[in-house]
C-alpha cells in the first residue's frame, strides 16, 4: 500500500513544479506571433539619393526622405543635351513594397508617373515598372531601376533648368540678320563724332538686351 502512495505523491510534486505541456505550446506560439509581427512591421531605410534608370534616356537623380512608412523628396534630369527638368517625388514603402508617384515639367508639359517596386536587401536596387502619363495620355510604360549612390541626402542640389529660346542671339540665323542690319545702315565716321552710330545697336534692337530708351536714334546724349 505504500508504494502506490509514494508514486501518488510524485506525481502530484511533478506537476507543481513543471508547467504543464499546454502552457509551454502557448508560450512557443506567442513567440513565433511576436517574430512574424517584427518581420511583418519591418521597412528599410530608403533615405538615399538614387540613380534611377528607364525614365529618360540618361539616369534621373531622386532624393529621398523617409518618415516611417512614408516617402518623399525631388527628382532632377540633367541629360549632356536637351531639356532639363526638377521634379518632386512622394510614395510610401511597406516591407518590401515601394510606391512612388514622380511629377515634373518638362518643355512646359507635365508628366506625371507611378513607380511600383520591389526592394532587394542583398543588393540594394529598387526595381520595378513606370506608367508614365502627360496631357491625359500614356507618354511611358516600362521598367525601372533605382541604385542607391550617397546617403548623404543634404547634398542633394536641384538641377539648373534650361527654357530654349525661339532664338539665340548666338544662332547663326539671328547672326546673320545683325549683318544684313549693319550693312544697310550708314557706314560710321573713322573720327570721334557727336552723333551716336546706331549700328552700336543692333544687337540690343534684336535680342532686347540693353536700354536703349535714353539714346535717341541718330542722336548722341548730351
Known amino acids: 500500500m505504500k508504494k502506490p502512495v509514494i508514486i501518488f505523491l510524485l506525481l502530484i510534486i511533478i506537476i507543481t513544479v513543471c508547467p504543464s505541456a499546454g502552457q509551454l505550446l502557448n508560450d512557443s506560439s506567442n513567440e513565433t506571433a511576436f517574430f512574424n509581427e517584427s518581420i511583418a512591421s519591418y521597412e528599410p531605410n530608403l533615405s538615399f539619393i538614387w540613380s534611377v534608370t528607364g525614365i529618360e534616356k540618361d539616369p534621373v537623380i531622386m532624393v529621398l526622405n523617409q518618415e516611417g512608412s512614408d516617402l518623399y523628396g525631388q527628382a532632377k534630369y540633367e541629360p549632356n543635351s536637351g ?40 543588393s540594394g536596387l529598387i526595381k520595378g515598372s513606370i506608367l508614365q502619363v502627360s496631357n491625359g495620355k500614356v507618354s511611358l510604360k516600362s521598367d525601372f531601376e533605382a541604385m542607391p549612390i550617397n546617403p548623404d541626402i543634404s547634398s542633394y542640389t536641384p538641377a539648373r533648368e534650361v527654357t530654349p529660346s525661339v532664338a539665340s542671339a548666338s544662332s547663326p540665323e539671328t547672326n546673320a540678320t545683325m549683318q544684313k542690319v549693319k550693312e544697310i545702315l550708314p557706314p560710321a565716321s573713322s573720327e570721334k563724332s557727336k552723333y551716336h552710330d546706331v549700328r552700336e545697336d543692333a544687337d540690343r534692337i534684336l535680342t532686347g538686351v540693353g536700354d536703349i530708351s535714353q539714346i535717341p536714334i541718330g542722336m548722341s546724349g548730351l
Do not use: H, P
Not at 531639356?83 to 512612388?100: F, P
Open 83 to 122: 531639356q532639363a527638368w526638377n521634379g518632386i517625388v512622394v510614395g510610401s514603402v511597406q516591407e518590401d513594397r515601394i510606391d512612388l508617384v514622380m511629377t515634373f515639367l518638362k518643355n512646359a508639359v507635365q508628366f506625371s508617373g507611378q513607380l511600383k517596386g520591389t526592394y532587394d536587401e542583398t
